[in-house]
């Protein structure tokens, strides 16, 4: 993974330098700076360390294939861009084991890496995995049963706490029932036993 790397007077000049050097946007990577000092006396100067962004994917890929290999799995993998999400999908001979009961396994991978990867650069950088469209259907039954819950909520005007959560699970059953008439969901509990409740709203 080349770590590009220049230091000067002002931060903006200096990543608008290295940009422009090596033909990139700052889409294209991430980036941290600090101040070298010089002297009691005398300003800092500062420097901007950058890496590119697909060099990260392919640096997260070759790892994750080292850690699945020992693990007596065979895996390829395809990069997918999703909205403003680039996704990192796996594809093995046993695509069970890579998610584990539950995603737990899949959870620990994306986890591993994102470390792997703050250690390597000094950065944190949100990586997203996935096992063939593990986490598409995933989405599809949260939304399924958020919508089937509302539901019953408008039947029965009695509130509902689904079964604890991550973040991401959380946002997807909210955005499922953004446009539902009556019906209110909120996140409620603490880490990692954060869930959502649906309720019954009376319009006004």
Same mark, same amino acid.
């Given at each position: ?37 010089? &002297? ?7 420097? =901007?360390?950058? @890496? $590119?962004?697909?060099? %990260?994917?392919?640096?997260? /890929? ?59 650069? &000094? ?7 996935? =096992?063939?469209? @593990? $986490?598409?259907?995933? %989405?599809?039954?949260?939304? /399924? ?60």
């Amino acid at each position: 993974m080349e770590k590009i790397s220049k230091t000067g007077k002002n931060f903006e000049d200096i990543l608008a330098s290295i940009l422009e050097e090596n033909n990139l946007t700052q889409d294209e990577v991430i980036y941290k700076t600090g101040t070298m000092k010089k &002297g009691l006396f005398k300003s800092g100067t500062v420097e =901007v360390i950058v @890496y $590119k962004k697909n060099d %990260i994917y392919d640096f997260a /890929k070759e790892f994750l294939k080292q850690v699945i290999n020992n693990l007596g799995l065979e895996v390829t993998f395809e990069t997918k861009k999703v909205d403003d999400r680039t996704i990192i999908k796996m594809y093995s001979n046993n695509n069970s084991v890579l998610i584990g009961h539950n995603g737990n396994t899949l959870k620990s991978l994306e986890n591993l890496v994102r470390q792997k990867i703050q250690l390597e650069t &000094g950065m944190y950088f949100v990586i997203s995995l996935d =096992v063939e469209n @593990y $986490k598409d259907k995933k %989405i599809a039954k949260l939304e /399924k049963l958020a919508k089937q819950t509302a539901k019953e909520v408008l039947k029965t005007k009695i509130e509902v706490h689904l079964e604890n959560m991550n973040s991401y699970e959380r946002r997807v059953v909210h955005n499922a029932l953004a446009n539902f008439k009556n019906i209110s969901s909120k996140s409620t509990g603490e880490e990692p036993n954060r869930h959502v409740v649906i309720s019954y709203i009376e319009e006004k």
